[in-house]
């Protein structure tokens, strides 16, 4: 089976002038499309037809030896009215393309994602069985429609006599010329890519999304920055609010990630955080939710790093204390890679890091709850790295100690070291550091970004507590 595409690419264009090869999130737009066919599993080749030298100089450039090939639009075929089907058939003949399926989309559907393209291949074959002999995308309409021809108002797909809920009306479609599948002998027999018995693929309204005037290319280039589909790494940060989840975040940030921060509280701090989702991750649904939602193609990192501590001796400890630690501290990990598997498999270079804790080594009085979560959470990690590298996934776990956080200094004012104000608590803990001083949240989050740059660490759990717990307490 073979499947090529087919991009046709003009020079000039009128309402919104250079458009095709203008700077769209840092790269020329149709860049973006190029990109996206790139990571198909079934497009054996792509064609641009193109009258454009700066498209057919950036190709040479910028794709060489990929599987894309330019095909040099003839004069007579450059007038902007020149219909489609025909520089389809006429591409198809000068080449003498001889592909099973043929496919057809625009550089100006910058949101259409790789998997709506695999899935339409999919479908369409599936289909094919059925009857069917071509396939195109459309968004659905269901809103009441109307025609005026010679001021004389009349509804084109309701009785406007009855008030009827929208969502009860039939159905339209909207032919958003996002993808095309069709074969040759249906092009050449109806001069046209859409044949006798067309399956409609519907897509949401965003990935729908055309460029057609200036104002479709300011909200296209916002809605693709903001779903993280230019093709930038992209990690989810649970916990993002706390002070270690904010250096992670700023950290990701520095080095151009995608960051999504998911906190249970009202994030205000948006600086270093591109799509921020309040979510309470000890309910799973809600998990499940937010990941079958997230608007991106690959998912490279997760962080779990969200984490609650209760303090009561064991025994005043009841049953909710106890599984709403678990709940917070440990499950959601497992959660997050069981509803994020698939996306993160289409990265290059996944990775899973767990924040743990020194407390999974030694610990303190009254966090009996907070210390089997992260001693769990250490078992959890080398397990994952065990079964998600066949993968290629990375799973690997830190362990800081103290770290001047609100949480340390919560557990300060609560007595656990020294007796006074903070800075003198501050200060006492640090002494009991062999370097003289607890550490940062940076200390942190640059060490989270270094391991997932080394590709040969998995399964590891690091210790981060100023070297604390390798004195003898004896000493």
Not at 74 to 91: A, F, M, R, S, W
């Amino acid at each position: 089976m073979k499947i090529c595409i087919i991009v046709p690419i003009k020079h000039n264009s009128e309402r919104v002038p250079g458009k095709n090869f203008r700077d769209f999130n840092g790269k020329p737009l149709f860049h973006v499309i190029l990109n996206t066919l790139l990571k198909s599993k079934y497009i054996n080749h792509i064609y641009i037809d193109t009258n454009s030298p700066i498209v057919m100089d950036s190709v040479e450039t910028d794709f060489k030896d990929t599987i894309i090939s330019i095909y040099k639009r003839p004069l007579e075929l450059q007038p902007g009215d020149t219909p489609t089907n025909v520089l389809l058939e006429n591409i198809i003949t000068k080449m003498n393309l001889g592909y099973d399926y043929y496919l057809q989309t625009h550089v100006t559907n910058p949101l259409l994602k790789v998997e709506t393209i695999d899935e339409c291949i999919e479908t369409f074959m599936e289909k094919e069985k059925e009857g069917y002999d071509s396939l195109f995308t459309a968004k659905q309409l269901q809103t009441r429609l109307y025609t005026n021809q010679n001021n004389n108002v009349s509804a084109l797909n309701h009785n406007i006599n009855e008030l009827i809920p929208t969502q009860n009306l039939e159905p339209l479609y909207e032919e958003n010329s996002c993808l095309y599948i069709f074969k040759k002998d249906i092009l050449f027999e109806r001069h046209h890519r859409i044949g006798n018995k067309p399956y409609i693929h519907v897509m949401n309204d965003i990935e729908s999304s055309d460029i057609d005037i200036e104002s479709d290319f300011v909200l296209a280039e916002q809605l693709h920055k903001y779903h993280g589909l230019n093709n930038a790494n992209n990690v989810l940060i649970t916990g993002v609010n706390g002070d270690i989840g904010q250096a992670i975040a700023k950290e990701f940030k520095k080095y151009n990630w995608f960051v999504i921060g998911i906190d249970i509280v009202e994030n205000t701090n948006t600086e270093c955080i591109n799509q921020f989702i309040q979510c309470d991750i000890s309910n799973p649904e809600k998990i499940k939710q937010l990941m079958n939602n997230l608007q991106i193609n690959k998912l490279d990192c997760i962080v779990n790093n969200a984490a609650i501590q209760i303090c009561k001796p064991m025994w005043e400890l009841d049953i909710n204390d106890w599984d709403n630690t678990m709940n917070c501290n440990l499950r959601p990990t497992y959660l997050f890679t069981k509803y994020g598997l698939d996306l993160l498999k289409k990265s290059n270079n996944p990775n899973i890091i767990n924040i743990g804790s020194v407390h999974s080594q030694a610990t303190s009085n009254n966090i009996s709850a907070y210390a089997c979560s992260k001693s769990a959470l250490i078992g959890l990690t080398k397990n994952m790295a065990l079964e998600l590298a066949e993968f290629n996934i990375r799973v690997n776990s830190i362990s800081p100690g103290a770290i001047n956080t609100k949480m340390l200094r919560n557990g300060l004012m609560r007595g656990h070291v020294g007796n006074g104000n903070m800075n003198e608590q501050i200060n006492a803990l640090s002494s009991k550091h062999i370097l003289g001083n607890i550490g940062t949240p940076q200390n942190v989050s640059e060490f989270v970004y270094y391991i997932i740059t080394n590709n040969f660490i998995t399964g590891a759990n690091y210790i981060m507590d100023g070297g604390a717990s390798i004195k003898l307490s004896t000493e």
